[in-house]
């Protein structure tokens, strides 16, 4: 049974950082496709990043602000998220799919498995 587990989202300043962890159990991180998507307060849910073997992949809108990365040893993905600002305000969420490389347009309709979410913040 596939369990994510997201932590690490709060109240942030504008330019401030935070990472956020996703924790996996019952997958092997080697085979499967891990993405970051978020969702705001009446908004479509939307793929920030992704990564898989050594593909990574964000969108325009974090892009050279958000780094995803991996701990294999703890069998857990970051999402480390730098200068961020209000339109970062969203929960978000980690997902994983063995069927979908890494590539850009994430879909949420080709993950198979989904954590709980964790809210992030960005006021003053």
């Known amino acids: 049974q596939v369990q994510l587990v997201e932590s690490g989202g709060g109240l942030v300043q504008p330019g401030g950082s935070l990472r956020l962890s996703c924790a996996a159990s019952g997958i092997a991180l080697d085979y499967h496709t891990i993405g970051w998507f978020r969702q705001a307060p009446g908004k479509e849910r939307e793929g920030v990043s992704c990564?898989?073997?050594?593909?990574?992949y964000y969108a325009d809108s974090v892009k050279g602000r958000f780094t995803i990365s991996r701990d294999f040893a703890k069998n857990t993905v970051y999402l480390q998220m730098d200068s961020l600002n209000p339109e970062d305000t969203a929960n978000y969420y980690c997902?994983?799919?063995?069927?979908?490389?890494?590539?850009?347009?994430?879909?949420?309709?080709?993950?198979?498995?989904w954590g709980q979410g964790t809210q992030v913040t960005v006021s003053s």
């Open positions: 997902a994983s799919t063995w069927r979908r490389a890494c590539q850009p347009r994430l879909r949420t309709a080709d993950f198979t498995s």
């Open positions: 990564i898989r073997t050594s593909t990574t």
